[in-house]
């Protein structure tokens, strides 16, 4: 059973900190990643995705993939109320599209 | 960016009765539909895989007979589920791949009574 590990959270950071979300993946094959967010009721919206060893940046976000300990990260810099959601890793496994993880709920306090 | 576009949004019906739910890809063809259902506090679960012009592949423990899914074009794929039951109450969203990532549809909420 290939498994993407979450810590569920509430992860609580003030506004303007960076929030730092974790997941960990069993597939040893898996060669991309996908975080996505999703907001209460809603559908889950694409982040970020990387596919190569390192840190990759797009805006406020960087998703930092390691491979050898099958370890994703995300961080969110300057924190904001409006990022408050659960935060799902994502990892393409076998023939299954992806495997989610149960997810981060992150509290940004203004 | 993509989108697929999924209907209704949200559905209450009665136990025993029949609900449709549609996705369409607005501005690419889906060859292949995933079919996600998610409950209270919990991931996302595949369903099942619809393919244009074949019959759906099923996860484990889905019943084929209950979620019935077809896929008559390249933008459009449909889940039914029939005879439904309270059990069935969860939010159910289907997926495509669009080349740069899986976009999601906005979800259906159904509630059975």
């Known amino acids: 059973q290939k498994e993407v590990e979450q810590n569920s959270g509430p992860l609580s950071v003030p506004e303007g900190a960076i929030a730092s979300l974790n997941c960990t993946y069993s597939d040893r094959g898996s060669q991309s990643f996908f975080w996505y967010r999703q907001y209460s009721g809603k559908s889950p919206e694409l982040i970020m995705f990387i596919y190569s060893n390192g840190d990759k940046e797009d805006g406020r976000f960087t998703a930092q993939l390691n491979k050898a300990s099958q370890y994703v990260s995300l961080l969110i810099r300057d924190s904001q109320p409006s990022d408050s959601a659960t935060y799902l890793c994502?990892?393409?496994?076998?023939?299954?599209?992806?495997?989610f993880g149960k997810g981060t709920r992150l509290s940004v306090i203004a | 960016g993509a989108v697929v576009s999924q209907h209704p949004s949200w559905v209450i019906c009665k136990s025993g009765t029949s609900v449709k739910i549609e996705c369409r890809s607005l501005?690419?063809?889906?060859?292949?539909m995933f079919w996600y259902r998610q409950f209270p506090k919990q991931s996302l679960m595949l369903m099942a895989t619809?393919?244009?012009?074949?019959?759906?592949?099923?996860e484990q423990g889905v019943e084929k007979d209950k979620f019935l899914i077809n896929h008559a074009s390249l933008t459009l794929s449909t889940l039914t589920v029939t005879s439904a039951h309270p059990e069935d109450s969860s939010f159910y969203i289907c997926s495509a791949w669009e080349g740069r990532g899986y976009t999601f549809g906005s979800g259906t909420r159904l509630t059975v009574v």
């Open positions: 501005d690419f063809q889906a060859t292949t």
């Open positions: 619809s393919n244009e012009g074949s019959k759906a592949t099923y």
């Open positions: 994502a990892v393409p496994s076998g023939n299954t599209p992806l495997v």
